[in-house]
């Protein structure tokens, strides 16, 4: 029975799981947290990744090896390969104003036609910029740029050359310097926001082999995190998933790609050949558990409290921007708990109003999916919020949507596997590995569209979008 490994190094830990590269059942796994911050140094990840590694009993005895990883984050390596400062991850909202400069430099129109999506905080290209301006000096020392994931695979394969790091479509494609239309880097728009073009991974086949580890697997070119949940989940066209995280996602298996000059639809690639095109929301389900927090209780106690409470929670309307916001693009926003009453401000109500606060954001991006001509015949319902009695009581309704909730499981570690066994096998396509789905009760979308129109309404009133 040979063996694959497939890790999920995503903000708050690493992931490795080990399963059977014909079946995809598990063997063993193994996990490790990461620092906390939005600015990371990468050994940590190094170091997380081997002692997930040994928790889950090694890969020497695997055939095959990826990793999938966290988005966009700018991690900088001087001439030797040495790091040269923290990494700024995609949650890093410092270089927000790097990403509006580049913005009015080119327009938002040229950049989508460029390169598929519009510079924001969490993008590479504006975190290029903001180190320009802010640290010229480690910007000097920087000889080589790439991603978490494209960093970890290039210290498994030990070349210890800056220059030999390689990448895949998918997780370059969010860079915002290389485009899914040319498949190529746009080398002018590296210079525009660094100065210089310092070296950049090569971009690899969804299936290649990029190199083998110190035990001999063979390497596979890894993806980012979206990417790797996508292919890890078996998606197909009319699929649309919705991913409750840390952050939350909205991205469906597209056949060509998208130039959102709004920006709001990033364009991306995906890890098979095809493209995502992904919404993404900075506030998912920390807002659940703050709230929970804030109420003196647990998820399942806010659960229990949330669905107590009538729809649109007595009045009460929440804007979950507790860490500011990508989607819509408001960077400096905070919380904003609207509609208070003497008779509504009850714990029920409160709680309910973070559920429908954070379902109501995700339900735009499934619109601004919709508007461009996006089929979504289902819903897949996934990341740890997607457990929560309330969040799958309200979602048929407010996705306006059949659902579904694949059985919880390490998707972006289960993607980065299946492409492990890909570029093991050799075959044209991946293997085809099986997914339980548990199919929530339809509801009637116009039950919920007095909750989206309070929301539209409190949007548009206290941010004026």
């Not at 700018?74 to 030797?80: A, G, P």
């Not at 639809?265 to 703050?290: K, Q």
């Not at 401000?345 to 379902?359: C, D, S, Y």
Request: aromatic share 6%.
């Amino acid at each position: 029975m040979p063996l694959v490994a497939g890790v999920d190094s995503s903000t708050q830990s690493c992931k490795v799981l080990v399963r059977d590269a014909e079946t995809g059942a598990l063997v063993r796994e193994g996990r490790s947290d990461h620092p906390e911050g939005t600015q990371v140094d990468p050994r940590h990840w190094w170091r997380a990744l081997n002692a997930a590694v040994d928790a889950a009993g090694g890969i020497d005895d695997t055939v095959a090896v990826a990793v999938a990883g966290q988005q966009h984050g700018m991690v900088c390596l001087d001439e030797r390969g040495e790091v040269v400062r923290p990494a700024s991850l995609w949650n890093d909202l410092a270089p927000a104003a790097a990403a509006e400069e580049l913005v009015a430099e080119l327009g938002a129109r040229e950049w989508a036609r460029a390169v598929g999506i519009v510079p924001r905080a969490s993008f590479t290209v504006a975190k290029l910029r903001w180190l320009a301006e802010t640290d010229p000096g480690s910007a000097e020392r920087t000889a080589a740029v790439c991603l978490p994931h494209d960093y970890l695979t290039w210290r498994l394969a030990g070349t210890g050359d800056p220059a030999r790091i390689t990448t895949d479509r998918g997780d370059a494609s969010g860079t915002g310097y290389w485009s899914p239309f040319s498949l190529t880097y746009r080398e002018d728009l590296v210079t525009r926001a660094f100065g210089a073009v310092p070296a950049l991974p090569r971009v690899c086949a969804p299936a290649e082999r990029v190199g083998t580890t110190g035990g001999g697997a063979v390497l596979g070119a890894g993806t980012g995190d979206n990417m790797g949940a996508a292919l890890g989940l078996g998606i197909g066209r009319g699929d649309v998933v919705v991913s409750l995280g840390t952050s939350g996602t909205v991205f469906a298996a597209g056949t060509e790609p998208i130039a959102d000059a709004a920006g709001d639809i990033a364009g991306f690639c995906d890890a098979t050949g095809h493209f995502l095109p992904l919404v993404c929301t900075l506030n998912a389900a920390r807002v659940l558990s703050s709230t929970a927090a804030m109420l003196d209780t647990g998820l399942d106690g806010l659960d229990r409290l949330a669905l107590r409470a009538d729809p649109g929670a007595g009045g009460l309307t929440l804007l979950p921007y507790l860490d500011g916001e990508r989607t819509p693009n408001l960077p400096e926003a905070s919380g904003t708990l609207t509609g208070m009453r003497t008779a509504n401000m009850t714990p029920a109500n409160v709680a309910r109003a973070a559920v429908e606060g954070v379902l109501c954001g995700l339900a735009d991006g499934l619109d601004l999916l919709r508007g461009r001509g996006v089929e979504v015949n289902r819903v897949l319902l996934t990341g740890g919020a997607a457990q929560s009695a309330a969040v799958q009581g309200l979602a048929p309704a407010v996705f306006a949507a059949d659902v579904e909730v694949p059985q919880p499981d390490e998707y972006v570690a289960i993607g980065a596997a299946r492409q492990a066994a890909w570029a093991w096998a050799g075959s044209d396509e991946p293997p085809a590995w099986e997914v339980s789905r548990a199919r929530l009760p339809k509801a009637d979308p116009e039950s919920a569209r007095p909750v989206r129109e309070a929301y539209r309404e409190a949007r548009g009133r206290v941010y004026g979008v």
